[in-house]
């Protein structure tokens, strides 16, 4: 199968690469908008900053390229930051719209828990096809500050200071909020599972 990985400079584009070459996928890496606009399967990855992530797709085109190529009936997986540049906005670094395409806002974790969350947490999964083969309550691999809670599109949960959203999707979009590159065989099931859908 055919994925399109978006080349960002805000992203740990490499790590996400080789782990989804190692589900057999013929990978394609690139930031050129006609090229992501007519894709079938797409991969959105980011790390730090909601804002400057989305400057980069905005100035780019490449936010443009995505909700064509969502509109065309692309498959479109986001991941880390990318997961939280699907929703509505963040209000890190002040309010920041986001693509739009899951409901949702993005929020900093508070309480008295330690931020970022960095570590592995549990993640509790509807019978989504996304989660296929991963049992309920496997860890996964996170690494954020900020997250989205009881997002509309939620198909999976976790637990750090409070309830969030570790994953949703809605028709074709899909987000995760943990690191599946990083996160042992459950992050390469879930992969695989993206890239074989239909």
Not at 28 to 46: C, F, M, N, Y
Request: net charge negative.
């Amino acid at each position: 199968m055919k994925v399109t990985l978006i080349d960002s400079p805000v992203a740990n584009v490499a790590n996400i690469h080789r782990a989804l070459r190692a589900t057999g996928a013929d990978v394609t890496l690139t930031s050129d908008p006609a090229a992501i606009a007519r894709a079938e399967k797409l991969v959105l990855p980011g790390v730090g900053s909601f804002a400057a992530a989305m400057s980069w797709l905005d100035e780019n085109g490449v936010s443009d390229a995505l909700r064509t190529a969502v509109e065309r009936g692309a498959s479109l997986l986001g991941i880390c930051v990318g997961h939280q540049l699907l929703f509505d906005d963040s209000d890190e670094d002040g309010t920041r719209r986001g693509l739009g395409l899951l409901r949702g806002g993005v929020r900093k974790f508070t309480g008295a828990m330690p931020v970022p969350q960095i570590g592995w947490n549990r993640v509790y999964a509807s019978a989504h096809p996304l989660f296929a083969g991963i049992a309920e309550g496997t860890p996964f691999y996170f690494v954020n500050s900020y997250r989205v809670a009881g997002a509309d599109a939620e198909i999976a949960t976790s637990e750090y200071a409070g309830a969030f959203t570790a994953a949703a999707a809605s028709d074709r979009v899909a987000g995760v909020q943990f690191h599946p590159e990083k996160s042992s065989s459950a992050g390469q099931r879930l992969l695989r599972n993206f890239v074989e859908a239909s």
